[in-house]
């Protein structure tokens, strides 16, 4: 197997990702990184939990000079979260060279943000589209020194409307500097965004989303009538909850109301989504990487790209619309070579979403149908346990 000191890495940073316990690279890391320091373009497509902050974080601080005092690389992500993540892994990585990172988002005073960037210590600035444009138009987020370029998550930031912002911004940087784009999908958009502002001989990788294996993740599926979901969620939820927990709903009102009711039922719960404001999130947030929150009810959007370790079971409450919602929230357990659970729960007229899930993943999931109407099971060659309870 492939170290990092296999890698054209300095050992400046080699030390770095040595003490953050990185010691062989994933699969992503093995091909961009090469390519991305020989400054070449790069489209990416790998998923969320593949490795991909330190895929282009290597090599933007191997190629940063922190001794210049200008802004040399800007990452663009779609949420706040992701963007102290990126920013706090790109700030260990670099640790060793000092070099200074700035997340600028929204949620949080763009004066404190201003202030930052007027000081001229920064180096690499991580941002979300819409403050990011905000201070360029303002005129305090200068571009013309930008020698890289990093658009992560692009089809998340495209679902969330941020194409315009995204063609802005990048009609402002410099033709000349290097453009590493990792999406999960390649929607057309994506591909036309990439034609437009990529060097001619940029490279295409990709790397194949990890299998989710019974081995690894064991699987469940309560189908109950609506009347009784909420009685029978708690119920398995007292029996099946083992550490860190992670619970997902279709919207923030029941995020906020399943928190309410769990706590109501002594568990340690809390909510987190959107409509909180920036230092309630990162609160919640490090109460339960810390462990003195057990459970975690969350929104996709307001989950997406957080760095979670040690999640035992993962809960879907409200069953989501399309299989890769699925695969990103299930794959959120059974990490690093551990065991993990996953127990969803579905009413009767969600049988359709069910049924995608079980074509599409051709995971074996145990089905439990506790609702007083039939399952009625489609022909598959897949071989599932359905049971009747």
């Known amino acids: 197997m492939l170290t990092f000191s296999e890698l054209p890495i300095s050992k400046q940073v080699l030390n770095s990702i040595s003490k953050m316990g990185y010691t062989n690279p994933t699969e992503i890391q093995e091909k961009a990184i090469p390519v991305a320091l020989e400054g070449k373009d790069i489209i990416a497509q790998a998923q969320t939990g593949t490795g991909k902050t330190a895929a282009f974080g290597i090599p933007l601080i191997e190629k940063v000079n922190p001794k210049a005092r200008k802004i040399q690389a800007l990452v663009l992500v779609p949420t706040r979260e992701l963007a102290i993540q990126v920013a706090k892994e790109l700030k ?147 029996e099946t909850l083992d550490g860190k927990a992670i619970v997902f709903t279709k919207t923030k009102k029941m995020a906020d109301e399943l928190a309410r009711k769990l706590r109501d039922s002594s568990f340690n719960a809390d909510a987190i989504h959107g409509d909180f404001s920036q230092a309630k999130r990162e609160k919640v947030l490090r109460a339960f990487r810390e462990g003195k929150l057990e459970i975690l009810v969350a929104t996709d959007v307001a989950a997406r790209g957080l760095d979670i370790k040690n999640v035992k079971v993962v809960y879907n409450f409200d069953l989501p619309n399309d299989t890769e919602s699925y695969v990103h929230r299930v794959g959120r357990t059974g990490r690093a070579g551990k065991e993990g659970l996953a127990i969803s729960f579905f009413i009767p007229n969600e049988d359709v979403f069910f049924r995608r899930i079980l074509k599409t993943t051709k995971a074996p999931i145990e089905l439990i149908n506790l609702s007083s109407n039939p399952f009625k099971r489609q022909k598959t060659n897949n071989k599932r346990r359905f049971l009747r309870v």
């Open 92 to 238: 260990d990585i670099g640790r060793n060279k000092r070099v200074f990172v700035l997340s600028v988002y929204g949620g949080k005073s763009i004066q404190h943000q201003i202030k930052f960037l007027k000081k001229g210590n920064d180096v690499i600035v991580v941002g979300t589209p819409g403050r990011v444009k905000d201070l360029i138009e303002r005129g305090f987020l200068k571009l013309d020194s930008v020698d890289m370029f990093v658009l992560d998550e692009a089809d998340r930031m495209l679902d969330m409307g941020f194409i315009e912002d995204i063609e802005f911004i990048m009609s402002n940087l410099p033709k000349s500097k290097q453009t590493l784009l990792f999406s999960a999908t390649m929607p057309k958009e994506i591909l036309n965004l990439a034609e437009k502002f990529l060097k001619e001989n940029y490279s295409f990788l990709k790397v194949l989303p990890e299998k989710i294996t019974v081995e690894r993740i064991k699987q469940k599926a309560y189908r109950v009538d609506s009347n009784k979901k909420l009685d029978t969620f708690i119920k398995i939820l007292s």
